[in-house]
């Protein structure tokens, strides 16, 4: 067996590719650096904005984010494997994040995940043909006194029902924040827009550029 060394310390990017993180995507995560005693420590809040913003975190945007924070690609890809909530792949336009944990397992999540899938036509970290839903799960979502729960993008809808699903997918207005948009990812400068409950702040930025 010959075995096929990988090195985990070069960038595999072309030098003379576009970067894919816009000026306004990283003048955002620098934002954060005074938080910290190093660069590294925001990662977390930097794989959230490139999330937020790309709509998932790709190989050559997590080289981008190890050369801004000045770590190893490979740093970088150990944590987007670890949390099941970062995606290195494309995504719909909206993300059903279904709880698989035990309250709603016995409130009937079971249920309403399979008619999920069958609604759709997808399995899990599948995408829909028209984009529209990508469906996943997660390990408790911390709401179980909503149980059954699902997060559709960032807003939680509770007390599902496999009859009612339909009903909820339908809706075009079922990812619309009740209540303003928390603002944990803006840097502290921008804390205050944030606070104002858009939740477009990082379109914005990518419109602008
Ligand atoms: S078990 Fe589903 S939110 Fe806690």
Redesign the pocket.
């Known amino acids: 067996v010959s075995w096929k060394p990988i090195d985990r310390n070069s960038s595999t990017a072309a030098n003379d590719a576009e970067p894919l993180l816009s000026g306004a995507i990283r003048e955002k995560i620098k934002g954060f650096f005074p938080r910290y005693e190093t660069k590294r420590a925001a990662l977390l809040p930097a794989l959230h904005i490139v999330q937020e913003a790309c709509g998932h975190i790709s190989h050559p945007a997590m080289i981008e984010v190890a050369e801004l924070l000045e770590i190893h690609p490979s740093d970088v890809l150990d944590v987007v494997s670890f949390y099941t909530h970062f995606c290195d792949h494309p995504k719909g336009q909206k993300t059903l994040l279904v709880?698989?944990?035990?309250?709603?397992?016995l409130m009937g999540?079971d249920a309403v995940l399979n008619k999920i899938k069958d609604t759709l036509a997808v399995g899990e970290h599948g995408t829909t043909e028209d984009g529209r839903y990508t469906l996943m799960t997660e390990?408790?979502?911390?709401?179980?006194d909503?149980?059954?729960?699902m997060l559709i993008n960032e807003r939680m809808v509770g007390n599902l029902t496999a009859d009612g699903v339909s009903a909820v997918l339908d809706d075009p207005d079922n990812d619309r924040l009740p209540i303003p948009r928390n603002a944990l990812f803006d840097p502290p400068q921008q804390g205050a827009r944030a606070g104002q409950g858009s939740t477009s702040d990082v379109q914005e930025m990518i419109d602008a550029d």
């Open positions: 709880c698989r944990s035990l309250s709603c397992e999540g390990e408790c979502l911390a709401a179980c909503m149980a059954p729960c």
